[in-house]
């Protein structure tokens, strides 16, 4: 099946730094979507991209729909405390079928020091 | 809008036992919910696709036996675990598709956790 690799799996930055993960997959994606879990909740949605080379932003963070379609990046600017937890990519391929269900990267752990 | 929500938040249950696990879409109609599964420390991983008035789409290596899903209506998706064993502990999420946005989103409920003693 579909894989997406995603990284770093975790980072150690300072209050006030930018941030950036990306994931790649081995195939292509219509959509990427990029949602923020923290423990004991379920995902949040943050950004979703629909078109190749789309760049859109949501706040302090930005996210990019990659040209070959294989890719996206979240950067995260000015980390502030509350944006700790993990991060997951996931793509759609709209294949139909059993397929509709999203593919998740294995998610990148924030943390930040004060 | 497009708030989904699960219950039980958490199960403890005994080995052998059924566990079922509600989702509901509180504020849009669904015809479609998905059920993730999601390991400590790991990602989420699709169980099957909630099709309402229809059967199940299962993910290869998905027991269709063993974990029953039901989507009697637009806004209501269960999923029972049968005969639940402790290697059945997970972290279980459920997703449903908003129709009236692109249709394409996903938003996710808070999770059930489930421990099998």
């Known amino acids: 099946g579909q894989q997406l690799n995603q990284s770093p799996q975790s980072m150690f930055i300072q209050e006030g730094e930018d941030v950036s993960m990306n994931c790649t997959s081995s195939?292509?994606?219509?959509?990427w979507l990029w949602y923020k879990q923290e423990p004991g909740e379920g995902p949040v949605l943050l950004i979703a991209l629909y078109k190749a080379g789309e760049l859109t932003s949501n706040g302090r963070l930005t996210a990019q729909f990659g040209i070959t379609r294989k890719d996206s990046f979240l950067n995260i600017s000015a980390s502030i405390p509350s944006d700790v937890g993990i991060y997951f990519c996931?793509?759609?391929?709209?294949?139909?079928?059993?397929?509709?269900?999203?593919?998740f990267g294995k998610g990148t752990h924030l943390i930040i020091q004060p | 809008g497009a708030v989904v929500s699960q219950h039980p938040s958490w199960v403890i249950c005994k080995s052998g036992t059924s566990v079922k696990i509600e989702c509901r879409s509180l504020d849009f109609q669904a015809t479609t919910m998905f059920w993730y599964r999601q390991f400590p420390k790991q990602s989420l991983m699709l169980m099957a696709t909630s099709n309402e008035g229809s059967k199940a789409t299962y993910e290869q290596g998905v027991e269709k036996d063993k974990f029953l899903i039901n989507h009697a209506s637009l806004t209501l998706s269960t999923l029972t675990v049968t005969s639940a064993h402790p290697e059945d502990s997970s972290f279980y999420i459920c997703?449903?598709?908003?129709?009236?946005?692109?249709?394409?989103?996903?938003?996710f409920g808070p999770g059930t956790r489930l421990t099998v003693l």
């Open positions: 195939s292509i994606f219509n959509t």
């Open positions: 996931a793509g759609r391929d709209h294949s139909g079928g059993g397929a509709d269900g999203l593919t």
């Open positions: 997703s449903a598709r908003d129709p009236s946005g692109s249709g394409i989103e996903q938003f």
